[in-house]
Nanobody, 115 residues
Framework: QLQASGGGLVQAGGSLRLSCTAS????????MTWYRQAPGKQRELVAT???????NYAASVKDRFTISRDNAKSTVTLEMNSLKVEDTAVYYC???????????WGQGTQVTVSS
């Protein structure tokens, strides 16, 4: 199971930190990804971190967002800076188990950026 937290309301230019904690003792074997879905839009990939710490970002968030992981705490974090109104969305944590490809989704956390 994945438990996401940290969403909220922030003004444009502000920052938020999202966290996602997994209830797994083999968290290090998962590729972790944050997705987001804005109203009326398709879900899109925001950032990914592999089991060895390689990262990938959507062009729209590169240089503003940072994804990191703490395997000892089974947690992945998304630091979001210089937030824009268009970052408003429900953010979802996603895990893919490397051995089997099985995927899991968190419940989503709302991020609202006001102007």
């Amino acid at each position: 199971q994945l438990q996401a937290s940290g969403g909220g309301l922030v003004q444009a230019g502000g920052s938020l930190r999202l966290s996602c904690t997994a209830s797994s003792s083999i968290f290090s074997m998962y590729v972790m990804t944050w997705y987001r879905q804005a109203p009326g839009k398709q879900r899109e990939l925001v950032a990914t971190i592999t089991n060895v710490g390689s990262t990938n970002y959507a062009a729209s968030v590169k240089d503003r967002f940072t994804i990191s992981r703490d395997n000892a705490k089974s947690t992945v974090t998304l630091e979001m800076n210089s937030l824009k109104v268009e970052d408003t969305a429900v953010y979802y944590c996603h895990a893919r188990y490397l051995m089997s490809g099985q995927v899991f989704w968190g419940q989503g956390t709302q991020v609202t950026v006001s102007s």
